[in-house]
């Protein structure tokens, strides 16, 4: 899995797959997505779908996501 580096979010940040990683100050911050957006279940069920993420949008979401809590933290410190 490729690992992109994320500038403007904290002191150090990176995106893999579906984790967004930032390091502020003292802290780090983990933000994992963990579920599908369609499809999923048991493989073996009658009407099983392959989930069907969209890897850009997850990981613009998160970042979205982290933002936040940056933010939040720098304003307590």
């Known amino acids: 899995m490729p690992i992109k580096r994320l500038t403007g979010l904290g ?30 279940g048991p493989r073996d069920a009658p009407g099983y779908q392959k989930p069907d993420l969209d890897e850009a949008a997850l990981r613009k979401s998160l970042i979205r996501t982290a933002r936040s809590f940056v933010s939040g933290l720098s304003a307590h410190d």
Do not use: H, S
Request: proline share 0%; no cysteine; charged share 20%.
């Open 11 to 40: 002191d150090r940040a990176f995106a893999v797959a579906d984790q967004v990683r930032v390091l502020a100050g003292n802290r780090l911050i983990t933000l994992t997505y963990d579920g599908t957006n369609v499809g999923g």
